[in-house]
Every structure is written in structure tokens, then in C-alpha cells.
């Protein structure tokens, strides 16, 4: 590939829609991990996950953008909203939603971002992705490889969903004897 | 496109993944940041794969496999937390401290232990 024919000062709209989406998506992701009222943060992390998937479009990676679209906006955001209310947690601001070792942890977060960043683009900084030509992963090139190489462990981590979801009824079935003492544990309080 | 566009994206959104597992209380917000950190990698694995034209797509296809252990996990892990809210009534991973070490915890009863000590007498006969 030619490195005259790029170059940083004149970005392609490819490149200047992924900033876009990316500063966005960037942003959401900050205000996630970092707003006090806990719905909003599973809000927020809706943004987040529907900037990647755009992402994943510009990248031209269909198919996994509607994968991420359906699995993480349809299901893991309703699942999180459904555990926040099942816990009770907070409809308002709740002052205690980062812990102590906030310093720490912003600490650790910065030094691991400027580490991993410096790394990054001093050792891609003379690499572009060639976007043309027909996409990548589309849903005809996704079935082919999917199926062709990959059936073994497809077929696998189907085992491995039908396992965790046994395992999720197991763990938040209210087990008879449980119920029982812990009715008497009330009556006795 | 350049490459260091989705790589320095793919390494902050993990840098904030890393900071909301650090610094969040509420278990629910931890596994919303572990959420991002695999979403982080995600990103990464669908640039590489990309950018390297793999004939096996082995990137695209791990990304699937990631984002449906994702779902797995994070099933099992709103399970976990909604079982230690129910016998501990709270998902505030800072006070369950019953297995930590420390002075101020003879015997793993801690000073917060009394409230939840019944829930736990009924899950230990259970």
C-alpha cells in the first residue's frame, strides 16, 4: 500500500466518521462509569454500545454490527435495567456509587490510557486499512466462514449457552428451604 | 482508514472499562464496565481482522464468540448479584468483606455482619 496516498492532515469521511462516532461513543462511555444516578449509567451504556456497532459499519463488519445491536442493545442493557430494579437500586442521585479507592482507580485508568495509547499509535502509525473492495463481513462472507471453518466451536459455545442459562435458573431459583428460613428469620425479627 | 484510529478508541473505552471496575461500588455497574472492556477488545479484534484480510476471519469470528460469552456472563453474573442482594441485602461489593483478611475482622464477622448475620445462618442450614 502506498503511504503517499495517505496522509494525517487530509483524513477520508470514512476516517472523519469514525472520530465523530468514536468521540462520541468515547464520551458515553466516560459518563457511564462515571454519572451517580445507576439508571442513567445503563442509559448511557446504551449510547456506548450503539456508537461501537456504527463502528463496526464504518469498519465494514455488518453482520457483527447487528449482533451487537440485537445482543447488547435488545438483551444485556434490559437484562442490566432489570438488575438494577430487582436490587432496588436508586431511582435519584446516589452519592455512594464509587467506592474509596476512586483516586486509585483514576490513577491506574490514566497511567494504563497513556501507556496504551502511546504504545498503540507509535506502532501503527505508518498502517492504513484498505476499506474498498466488497465488505468483509458481510452476512454472506460471515455464513461462509462461520460455517465452513468455525462449526466445531459455534456448536460448542451453543453447549456453552444452554449451560449458563441451566445455571442461571439454578442460582435465582428460590430454593424451598431458603424460602422457609428466611420466612422464620422474619418472624423472629 | 488508519489503523491507530480504532486501535487508540479501542484502547480508551478499555482504560474507562478499567476504571469503572476500580472505582464503582454497585456490583451492577462493574459488570456494566466489564461490558466495556469487552466491547474495547471487540473493536480491536474487528480492526485487525479487517485490516489483515485473515481468509479465516478468525477476528470476526471471535468477536461473535466474545459477544455470546458476554451474554453468557453477564447472565450468570445478574444471577450471582441478585442472590447476594437477596441473602445480604445489598449488591455493594465493598461490604461484603466476609472472606477478606484483616484486624478488624476476628472469624470473618466484620463490623457490618450483624445486620446480615440471620441471612446468613439461613443460607448456611439451607
Known amino acids: 500500500m502506498s503511504l503517499a496516498a495517505h496522509g494525517f492532515l487530509s483524513p477520508s469521511g470514512v476516517e472523519i466518521a469514525f472520530l465523530l462516532v468514536g468521540l462520541v461513543t468515547f464520551g458515553a462511555a ?52 432489570f438488575g438494577l430494579m430487582l436490587t432496588k437500586a436508586p431511582v435519584g442521585r446516589s452519592p455512594d456509587a464509587d467506592s474509596g479507592n476512586r483516586p486509585v ?18 506502532a501503527f502509525r505508518t498502517t492504513w486499512i484498505d476499506l474498498d473492495g466488497p465488505a468483509q463481513g458481510s452476512t454472506e462472507v460471515t455464513g461462509h466462514f462461520l460455517f465452513r471453518n468455525w462449526v466445531l466451536p459455534f456448536e460448542a459455545l451453543s ?14 431459583r428460590k430454593r424451598a428451604t431458603a424460602t422457609r428460613n428466611s420466612r422464620s428469620g422474619k418472624e423472629q425479627r | 482508514m488508519h489503523l491507530a484510529y480504532p486501535a487508540v478508541l479501542a484502547a480508551l473505552l478499555f482504560c474507562t472499562g478499567l476504571y469503572g471496575v476500580l472505582a464503582r461500588r454497585n456490583a451492577i455497574l462493574v459488570l456494566m464496565s466489564v461490558e466495556l472492556m469487552l466491547n474495547a477488545v471487540n473493536l480491536n479484534l474487528v480492526a485487525f481482522d479487517v485490516w489483515l484480510r485473515d481468509t479465516l476471519h478468525a477476528g470476526q469470528a471471535l468477536t461473535l464468540f466474545v ?52 441471612a446468613q445462618k439461613a443460607e448456611a442450614t439451607a
Open chain 1, 105 to 122: 482507580a483514576l490513577a491506574v485508568a490514566v497511567a494504563a490510557a497513556v501507556s496504551l495509547v502511546w504504545v498503540v499509535v507509535d
Open chain 1, 159 to 172: 453447549v456453552l449457552l444452554l449451560a449458563a442459562l441451566v445455571g442461571a435458573i439454578v442460582l435465582s
Open chain 1, 30 to 81: 466516560l459518563v457511564t462509569v462515571t454519572t451517580k444516578q445507576l439508571v442513567h449509567a445503563a442509559l448511557w451504556l446504551v449510547v456506548t454500545l450503539g456508537g461501537l456497532a456504527v463502528e463496526y459499519l464504518l469498519l465494514t463488519a455488518e453482520f457483527i454490527a447487528w449482533v451487537q445491536v440485537l445482543i447488547y442493545l435488545g438483551s444485556v442493557v434490559v437484562l442490566l435495567l
Open chain 2, 67 to 118: 459477544i455470546a460469552i458476554a451474554a453468557a456472563e453477564i447472565g450468570i453474573g445478574l444471577a450471582i448479584v441478585l442472590m447476594v442482594y437477596r441473602n445480604r441485602g445489598t449488591s455493594d461489593i465493598d461490604r461484603l468483606r466476609d472472606t477478606a483478611e484483616g484486624a478488624d475482622t476476628p472469624g470473618g464477622a466484620g463490623p457490618d455482619a450483624t445486620g446480615a448475620a440471620p
